[in-house]
């Protein structure tokens, strides 16, 4: 069992950035692929970015390829999400997921999720 805790959301004005913290607790954390997924109102979630259990690998949707980064700290048990040049359409509650298994960004191969934290970006 894996849980989930996102933090680091708010609101910022479009250029500008935020870094989300997804804090794991439980065991072999370091064993779970983790992602990030983003719901928009009236939207379905979506795929945002996915790392390896290692953090040797990562993989982002085309609408964030060079503006976000994920990355991990196994011995902090946290995922992140630093998000650079945030646009309106960014506006969303961004989840953190993750998945005894090889990575994948597929929002189905999920098994365990946070409860979101909100980000609004201003134009």
């Known amino acids: 069992q894996v849980r989930l805790v996102e933090s680091g959301g708010g609101l910022v004005q479009g250029g500008g950035s935020l870094r989300l913290s997804c804090a794991a607790s439980?065991?072999?954390?370091?064993?779970?692929?983790m992602g990030w997924f983003r719901q928009a109102p009236g939207k379905e979630r979506e795929f945002v970015a996915a790392?390896?259990?290692?953090?040797?690998?990562?993989y982002y949707a085309d609408s964030v390829k060079g503006r976000f980064a994920i990355s991990r700290d196994n011995a902090r048990n946290t995922v992140y999400l630093q998000m650079n040049s945030l646009k309106p359409e960014d506006t969303a509650v961004y989840y953190c997921?993750?998945?005894?298994?090889?990575?994948?960004?597929?929002?189905?191969?999920?098994?365990?999720w946070g409860q979101g934290t909100q980000v609004t970006v201003s134009s």
């Open positions: 439980g065991r072999s954390f370091s064993s779970y692929a």
């Open positions: 790392i390896t259990w290692s953090g040797g690998t990562t």
């Open positions: 997921a993750a998945r005894r298994d090889t990575v994948s960004i597929t929002i189905l191969h999920y098994n365990y």
